[in-house]
Every structure is written in structure tokens, then in C-alpha cells.
């Protein structure tokens, strides 16, 4: 996949840099869906929902 950088300790989810700095984490979730928004070559907001499966028999 394009640019990989080897981060160490940091565990999977994703990371928002601005600046060299990182200033948001997503963690991962069982189930759902993030949708970032854009605005003048920034991320300007996260939408995160979480979804929870009804019926099924965790093991």
C-alpha cells in the first residue's frame, strides 16, 4: 500500500495528523462506519456510527 511508515507501539485504528502531530484517533469498532470530512486540505470532521447486530450469538 502507498507510503507505510513503521510507527512502533501504535496499535491499528486511524491516526489524523496535521502538522507533523497526531491530533485524532480512531479506534476500531466490532461493527460500523467513520466518514471523514474535508476542508481546505485539513480534516475538518469525523462522523463515527456504530452499529450493534441483533440475533447473533457471540462465541
Do not use: C
Amino acid at each position: 500500500m502507498g507510503n507505510t511508515v513503521n510507527l512502533g507501539a501504535l496499535g491499528d485504528g486511524v491516526y489524523i495528523v496535521q502538522q507533523g502531530a497526531i491530533v485524532e484517533v480512531l479506534e476500531p469498532k466490532e461493527y460500523g462506519q467513520d466518514s471523514i470530512q474535508w476542508q481546505h486540505g485539513k480534516v475538518f470532521e469525523v462522523s463515527e456510527s456504530k452499529r450493534r447486530r441483533v440475533g447473533v450469538l457471540k462465541k
